[in-house]
């Protein structure tokens, strides 16, 4: 039995109308809750609204500032019941990118309306966005710029909703997946998810904001899978942890800066995590230090993590107790087929380190490509999207740096990872972000931009000692800059390129 | 008797494939029909078998189709010579999985799951269980079924790590 959204949550409203469906927080901090009744009300009401605005013989979308708040999922959930395209967008894009995303916009749809706080859509101008920035310029118009997820040749005729990507490139795309969006029993939430202690009817608390694309799907099974959703409106450790203890909290999806940082508070008590049945990481690469953590404070049983390509190539997923017996492993494929296959294209043995395709059954037998650029497919039906890694003899996937973020000295590849963890173990230090520093003989040596905590003061020189004590020389950080926090996008992901730009400004200090 | 240019013509029409070709393969002591396939867009191998025994029935005696990037050429033709040799290398290799009927009762009704479960006519006990189409849900009725049949649960990583009709049997024997 096949639903749109618009009866689903029609549904669940008759079937528990005071159960809670949706717990937010206002700007004072104050708990705003609504009823499956409430929301329902509210959805149809968003709708209706939209629907009496949108013009039928016009390709039309939706965007929403996305704030973990009410109105944001409830004017998303309106556009979905609607079926207009939705975009979710970060309210505190920089107006350049903003231009830049409304641009891409433009030119696949006529007409854009923007929910406002009030939910009531208003029209904007897409073709005000013009053109991306220089910098996004060069690539703009590849398809690679306005990728479908997995559209058909009419693939921008029917878009359930729009994500933007490449936050950690700095180059602004947008993906399409195609709709409109549909609640099936047997689908939603999708196996794999529903491998990691997913329960239907579940509390689930929302951390990371709804514009980005984990955080978001999430709250699509939540919504269609009658979930009781708490949104964090911003990500602050200590408030997590009391979200989780005061809402019993059973499922929660995290990145690896949100692990990091909430393992940092002290007197972290397993008990106020006793309702959890899953945290689930995904989004970027975890450091064995913070896995380890969350294991010791979860148990292996309830720490899990998948590893998926926002495109849907494929997905592998790892148990924490499995991640113990082979530490460092991404997990193996779930329902998907992986091969590593060497530059020539040919499988490389168990234990060889290659290109990491993968193979779903999503795609088998499809006529809709992924319609990226970035994605390198082979004649039977492996992509990739350029990870590199290596399998061991049992299938488990093990990840190596992506080669943007390898740091090359003099032909000697350098992990960031392994140096950031270096740094991250001085007591001084709250936070750390490895660099390519360019160098006259050596290409590049390694510099290191470092976050303190609060009152602590430390001298270059003993950092650089402190990692010759763990790290081999050449990755032993040749400059330090103090910054006060590490620029991440909304998925975790460190965005080296803002450091980049750091140096160039000479921002830095030898 | 269905002929070698009847089963290519199937697969040639079939809107994936570019051109395909069929030849003879020795493999285990007997004489094998192979088909090669240049693809427009990407089919598996065993859902190509299956369009060309529901085309020309399951006696057309077609065992398995090799997805090749490209079809060797010399002369403006298929170089048959280069082509029997490609296919008979992979089928040897295993690259090309080749149809074969359940050898026991076991294997026989957990291919009589897949088949009603994934709505597959033929299911070869080494075929893979993606390749044939399988997808999350026919991953959930074949456990279920599995269950209700052999009183044994299975999880899904159990299932996906065994892929095949054969390996699965085994699991259950």
Redesign the interface.
Known sequence: MILSVRRRIADVARAAPDRTALVGFDSHLTEQVLTWREFADRVADAAGALRAVVDPDTRSCVVVPAGNTLPAAIGIAAALAAEVPVFPMNPATPPAERDALLGLLGRRFGHGYLMDDQLRPQRMDLAAGTEPPAGAGAVAGGPGQFSAVAGGPGQFGTVAYLLATGASTGIPKISARPGPLRYDPARTPSLVIRQTGWRSGQRQLIVGPLYHAAPFSAFLDALLDSNTVVLQSFFAPQWTVELVRRYAIEWLQLTPAHMREILRQPDLDPAGFASLRAMLHTAARCDADTKRGWIDLLGPERVYELYGATEGVGVTLVRGDEWLARPGTVGRGFLTQIRVLDEGGSPVPAGTTGTVFMRTPQRVGRSDYVNDQAIRTTPDGFATVGDHGRLDRDGYLYLEPRDHETINVGGEKVDPDEVEAALRDHPAVADAVAVAVPHGTLGSVVGAHVVLNPGANVRRAELAAHCGRRLAGYKIPKHFTFIDQVPRSAAGKVQRWRLASHHENGATSP | MVTLPEISEVLSAH??VRRAETTIVRHDGRDVAIAAA??S????GP?LRNHVRRELGEDSGLAGVL???HMPMADGAVDGECLASTLAEAVAEGRCILFEDPRDEVERRVAAIWSAQMDVRSVGVND?F??L?????S??GIIAAIETEFGRSLD??EF??AASVRRLAEILR
């Open positions: 809107p994936g240049e693809l867009e990407y089919v598996s859902i997805i090749v990037e893979d993606l390749e189409g399988g997808d999350s849900l991953v959930l899904v990583y996906m790590s």
